[in-house]
């Protein structure tokens, strides 16, 4: 199993990042995906969850209105897309699979 994040960077308060999860290993389409953050010296934190066909989607209430989780099955991947991000958004961002983890993208949200 491999999950591959990108997309991450510096972006001013305000703006947008899309993110990207590329998954092998697995029959993607048949599982729900998530995504979770983990802010510097903060604990890891579920951000968004998507239904194995893309159908429900579920978010913490931080990123409610302002975050987009979606996936495109033919791809084997899954994005977030953040919009009106925050400094408080600061974190590396990592997609999930079950017990499998991607190594990670960082957003930094500053001016």
């Known amino acids: 199993v491999q999950l591959v994040e990108s997309g991450g960077g510096l972006v001013q308060p305000g703006g947008s990042l899309r993110l990207s999860c590329a998954a092998s290993?697995?029959?993607?389409?048949?599982?729900?995906m998530s995504w979770y953050r983990q802010a510097p010296g903060k604990e890891r934190e579920w951000v968004a969850r998507?239904?194995?066909?893309?159908?429900?989607?579920n978010y913490a209430d931080s990123v409610k209105g302002r975050f987009t989780i979606s996936r495109d099955n033919a791809k084997n991947t899954v994005y977030l897309q953040m919009n009106s991000l925050k400094p408080e958004d600061t974190a590396v961002y990592y997609c999930?699979?079950?017990?499998?983890w991607g190594q990670g993208t960082l957003v930094t949200v500053s001016s």
């Open positions: 999930n699979w079950l017990d499998a």
């Open positions: 290993g697995f029959t993607f389409s048949r599982y729900a």
């Open positions: 998507i239904t194995n066909g893309g159908g429900s989607t």
